[in-house]
Each structure stands twice: as structure tokens, then as C-alpha cells.
């Protein structure tokens, strides 16, 4: 099955954020073709969340999980760890106080 490259899915992304009226940055550029994708989301009150994509190996399936959690200072730190890892990571921070990052919807989820 054709997958999306990083790139597409990361603009459109960002198209389905600032249509919701969400404020998002690319933070870190990773690989165009096969990078793959951090969020952070910030809620704007010293507490934030970095989610990445992984895998359910029993049924194969995608979903978007937590690496970290709490004070965004911590969150930070956990995403530079990542990158330190991983410099073709793609990094994308979310600003929103109500916590909607858009990841549990159609085509984003999964």
C-alpha cells in the first residue's frame, strides 16, 4: 500500500489546523520523503504534550501515542532527545488552551 510522503502529510496538517482557526509551527524540518512526525501540543499554561506515531504490532494498525507529557520544559527537553536520535524528525508545535490538536480525527488518526 502507497503511503504519503512526510511532507504531504505534514502540509496538510497544518491546512486542516489553520482551518480550525489552531496556530501551528513547523519546528524542525525533517526528511521530505520518509521523516517522521513529532506534535507538540502547547497549551499556552507551562503544560504540554509530544505525540508520536507508532505501531499496534498485533494488528498493525497506526495511532498516535504520548512520549511525554507535563511541564513543557520537560516536554522540550524529551523532543531535543528525539532529535538528538532522530534528525530527519519532523517537529510540529500546536498552540491551543483547549488542548485540540486534531490527531483523533478522519485521515489524521490513523
Request: hydrophobic share 45%; glycine share 8%.
Given at each position: 500500500?502507497?503511503?504519503?510522503?512526510?511532507?504531504?502529510?505534514?502540509?496538510?496538517?497544518?491546512?486542516?489546523?489553520?482551518?480550525?482557526?489552531?496556530?501551528?509551527?513547523?519546528?524542525?524540518?525533517?526528511?521530505?520523503?520518509?521523516?517522521?512526525?513529532?506534535?507538540?501540543?502547547?497549551?499556552?499554561?507551562?503544560?504540554?504534550?509530544?505525540?508520536?506515531?507508532?505501531f499496534?504490532?498485533?494488528?498493525?494498525?497506526?495511532?498516535?501515542?504520548?512520549?511525554?507529557e507535563?511541564?513543557?520544559?520537560?516536554?522540550?527537553?524529551?523532543?531535543?532527545?528525539?532529535?538528538?536520535?532522530?534528525p530527519d524528525?519532523?517537529?510540529?508545535?500546536?498552540?491551543?488552551?483547549?488542548?485540540?490538536?486534531?490527531?483523533?480525527?478522519?485521515?489524521?488518526?490513523?
Amino acid at each position: 500500500m502507497a503511503r504519503l510522503t512526510s511532507r504531504f502529510w505534514v502540509d496538510s496538517y497544518l491546512t486542516r489546523l489553520r482551518l480550525a482557526d489552531i496556530p501551528a509551527f513547523v519546528v524542525a524540518h525533517g526528511d521530505d520523503n520518509a521523516g517522521a512526525v513529532l506534535v507538540k501540543l502547547a497549551t499556552l499554561d507551562g503544560r504540554a504534550q509530544a505525540f508520536t506515531r507508532g505501531f499496534d504490532l498485533m494488528t498493525g494498525a497506526r495511532a498516535w501515542n504520548v512520549l511525554a507529557e507535563g511541564d513543557e520544559r520537560e516536554v522540550d527537553a524529551a523532543i531535543a532527545r528525539q532529535r538528538g536520535f532522530d534528525p530527519d524528525l519532523w517537529v510540529i508545535e500546536v498552540e491551543d488552551r483547549q488542548g485540540r490538536h486534531l490527531l483523533d480525527q478522519d485521515g489524521l488518526r490513523d
